[in-house]
Antibody, heavy 119, light 107 residues
Framework: EVQLVQSGAEVKKPGESLKISCKGF????????IGWVRQMPGKGLEWMGI????????RYNPSFQGQVTISADKSISTAYLQWSSLKASDTAIYYC????????????WGQGTMVSVSS | DIQMTQSPSSLSASVGDRVTITCQAS??????LNWYQQKPGKAPKLLIY???NLETGVPSRFSGSGSGTDFTFTISSLQPEDIATYYC?????????FGGGTKVEIK
């Protein structure tokens, strides 16, 4: 079965760092790009960026550039989203999703990772 | 950035009703538009791609149409399991952008 499995919920304090993961199963990980989407509590979907695990080519939404880092390790079919210094406003559910290159159509989604940031 | 304006933001309809949601882009996006369904507490699910193509396994009561700046998503006969929030998404230009969502409830 084709699926993306994300790491579990996180509770962090402001200023802490965090790296969440998204592991692909059931397909060739380097045939697709992985995107990240944020959903703040009770709000809509926001595209953060996308990475091609084959060569780590990455495109960011300018609204998130410099705020997060997207990376991937193709040897273990895993993509990552990381923060160096969390803020309370980073509290959200983060989804990874796969897409074919240049189609930007997310056909498989991870289950989401809830990140809570509070002092 | 391309702005996607979805309407209505919420609607209430009876089982069996025809439901229509519109999505307007701030500029011409050809047919580079997708529709997703998000049920409460779940990840989004792709329903329609390229404005009018039904994703494999999606019931035929769902459909999409439009091109350019104006798009429509339709549920031909609303079912109880269709309770969800629906989002449009353009992919003509980066950054990818989503509409604000339409919450569909049963009357």
């Amino acid at each position: 079965e084709v699926q993306l499995v994300q790491s579990g919920a996180e509770v962090k304090k402001p200023g802490e760092s965090l790296k969440i993961s998204c592991k692909g199963f059931g397909y060739s990980f380097t045939f697709y790009w992985i995107g990240w989407v944020r959903q703040m509590p009770g709000k809509g979907l926001e595209w953060m960026g996308i990475i091609y695990p084959g060569d780590s080519d990455t495109r960011y939404n300018p609204s998130f550039q410099g705020q997060v880092t997207i990376s991937a390790d193709k040897s273990i079919s895993t993509a990552y989203l990381q923060w160096s210094s969390l803020k309370a406003s980073d509290t959200a559910i983060y989804y990874c999703a796969r897409t074919e290159f240049d189609r930007y159509t997310f056909d498989i989604w991870g289950q989401g990772t809830m990140v809570s940031v509070s002092s | 950035d391309i702005q996607m304006t979805q309407s209505p933001s919420s609607l209430s309809a009876s089982v069996g009703d025809r439901v229509t949601i519109t999505c307007q882009a701030s500029q011409d996006i050809n047919n580079f538009l997708n529709w997703y369904q998000q049920k409460p507490g779940k990840a989004p699910k792709l329903l329609i791609y390229d404005a009018s193509n039904l994703e494999t396994g999606v019931p035929s009561r769902f459909s999409g149409s439009g091109s350019g700046t104006d798009f429509t998503f339709t549920i031909s006969s609303l079912q109880p399991e269709d309770i969800a929030t629906y989002y449009c998404q353009q992919y003509d230009n980066l950054p990818l952008t989503f509409g604000g969502g339409t919450k569909v409830e049963i009357k």
